[in-house]
């Protein structure tokens, strides 16, 4: 899962890099949308991240970034994977959500 998501990533950079919104790649290193990462590899993260791409609900980054704590802002992998969907409708899947780490 975690492959097939990074893969459709990386392209969505690439365009977001080549298109002038972004001037470098602003995931942060150990993104879940990044191959090879923790979060990645993790199945519980990656049916949060699947979800919230499909029903473009927003995946907030877990790492602080610009002064503010973690979970206080969009994940840019997460931005990134919705812009690969924006002509696309919202789809509802039927799980919930993890909880939140206790």
């Known amino acids: 899962m975690g492959e097939k998501l990074s893969r459709l990533t990386d392209t969505e950079v690439g365009k977001l890099i080549a298109e002038g ?26 049916l949060d991240t699947y979800k919230a791409v499909l029903e473009k609900k ?18 840019m992998g997460w931005f990134a994977a919705v812009q690969s969907r924006k002509d696309l409708a919202p789809v509802s899947v039927p799980y919930p959500f993890s909880p939140p780490d206790a």
């Open 58 to 75: 927003t995946f907030n980054c877990h790492v602080p970034r610009n002064g503010l704590p973690a979970g206080q802002w969009p994940c």
């Open 21 to 46: 919104e972004w001037t470098k790649d602003e995931r942060c290193a150990t993104c879940a949308f990044r191959h090879g990462t923790v979060p990645n590899g993790c199945l519980q993260t990656q």
